[in-house]
């Protein structure tokens, strides 16, 4: 009990402390420290990748998944910290509201203190993110040299087989990456079938929408100029602010789906 009591003790103080008054100390420091990682993989990339091709794509993916999750956790906290902070709240504003035990009679506040804590990092979803970029590595490591053997660029043609790869990798891959993204978070999350369905229904076609917007241009330039040792790396970095993207999508629909009280987010149902 006295562990548990000075382990909370212990985050709460850590997750108090802000460089600049704004970011979170812990939030920088896994930031820098997988910064260091993917810099040592980056110095080190092409040995690597000539002794275990597969497994240096799953580790890099992984490390790349992390940074896009901890700078989108970042992010809403920065976003939580500039609402918090005096004339900035309204009652109409979810973040600004503070939640308290419906058992209570004394209700002295509305609003949360700008000085609290906020959300703490969230270590359980950076461990979804890394895992599912270390996971869909060899898929998509197969899929690019599928690609490449399928529409191969030559001297004299380039520019046209890079096209196709684009076309059919946004026809094909592109709809089904994105669909299984969130089916995947959503069961990792300990979601059923109802919270997979109705986040695919909230969030498949926006999400699609803003694939089209985006990656057929960067795979333009990955297929046409990156070899493919390099192409999962090249779209993991680009892709930085893509997951990103990703993550604050799926734990803002989290979110609504809490509000629906949808399992798991329900509080009346408990899982066994």
Do not use: C
């Not at 270590?123 to 060899?138: D, N, S």
């Not at 004299?156 to 089904?176: E, G, N, Y």
């Amino acid at each position: 009990m006295s562990w548990e009591l000075t382990r909370r003790r212990l985050v709460r103080s850590i997750n108090s402390k802000y460089l600049f008054d704004r970011i979170p100390i812990l939030h920088a420091v896994i930031f820098l420290i997988e910064m260091a990682i993917i810099a040592r993989l980056a110095s080190r990339y092409n040995a690597y990748f000539d002794r275990r091709p597969v497994l240096t794509m799953m580790v890099t993916n992984a490390v790349l998944g992390g940074i896009a999750d901890t700078v989108a956790q970042t992010i809403t906290i920065v976003k939580q910290r500039a609402n918090r902070k005096p004339g900035t709240g309204s009652r109409d504003d979810p973040i600004s509201i503070e939640i308290q035990d419906m058992s209570t009679k004394d209700s002295r506040t509305m609003f949360a203190d700008p000085r609290s804590p906020a959300t703490p990092f969230d270590f359980e979803r950076l461990t979804r993110f890394m895992a599912y970029g270390f996971a869909m590595a060899p898929i998509t490591f197969k899929w690019f040299g599928l690609l490449s053997r399928a529409f191969p660029i030559t001297k004299t043609s380039a520019f046209a087989p890079a096209l196709k790869r684009v076309a059919v990798d946004q026809v094909v891959f592109a709809p089904i990456s994105v669909g299984l993204f969130f089916s995947i978070m959503t069961v990792a999350e300990g979601g059923g079938r109802r919270a997979v369905a109705l986040k695919l229904k909230d969030m498949y076609l926006p999400t699609l929408k803003a694939n089209y917007a985006v990656w057929p241009a960067v795979q333009i330039i990955n297929f046409r100029l990156m070899p493919v040792q390099y192409q999962l790396p090249f779209v993991s970095t680009i892709g930085i602010a893509w997951t990103a993207y990703l993550s604050l999508s799926n734990a803002s629909e989290d979110e609504s789906l809490e509000h629906q009280n949808v399992a798991p987010y329900s509080p009346n149902i408990r899982l066994e």
